[in-house]
Nanobody, 126 residues
Framework: QVQLVESGGGLVQAGGSLRLSCAAS????????MGWFRQAPGKEREFVAA????????SYADSVKGRFTISRDNDKNTVYLEMNSLKPEDTAVYYC???????????????????WGQGTQVTVSS
């Protein structure tokens, strides 16, 4: 059984930074794609960033380009999301997602991911 566990969320002032981590455990083997999505209250879940196994394919939502950086450590089955210059509109529950299927480019839709974490809250105060 695969588990994805997020950590690193919290409360931060606008302009601050946070680093989210997502560790895969259980029968994780290798995930071709790993990504982050977020869901704010009253809104649908939206794509944030995704990265392929090798890191050769990376995608970002336009709203986070230049501020967020996704990376992964395959030896640790872990994906990271470095978030800088945070804005109040970044407030949401952030979910880690993973899938073993190979897509090129890395997928940006939630239906492309079969494994999900429980989420970690990120709150940015103004």
């Amino acid at each position: 059984q695969v588990q994805l566990v997020e950590s690193g969320g919290g409360l931060v002032q606008a302009g601050g930074s946070l680093r989210l981590s997502c560790a895969a455990s259980g029968r994780a083997f290798s995930f071709a794609a790993m990504g982050w999505f977020r869901q704010a209250p009253g809104k649908e879940r939206e794509f944030v960033a995704a990265i392929s196994w090798s890191g050769s394919s990376i995608s970002y939502a336009d709203s986070v380009k230049g501020r967020f950086t996704i990376s992964r450590d395959n030896d640790k089955n872990t994906v990271y999301l470095e978030m800088n210059s945070l804005k109040p509109e970044d407030t949401a529950v952030y979910y880690c997602a993973a899938d073993r299927r190979v897509y090129t480019p890395v997928p940006v839709t939630s239906v492309s991911y079969n494994y999900w974490g429980q989420g970690t809250q990120v709150t940015v105060s103004s």
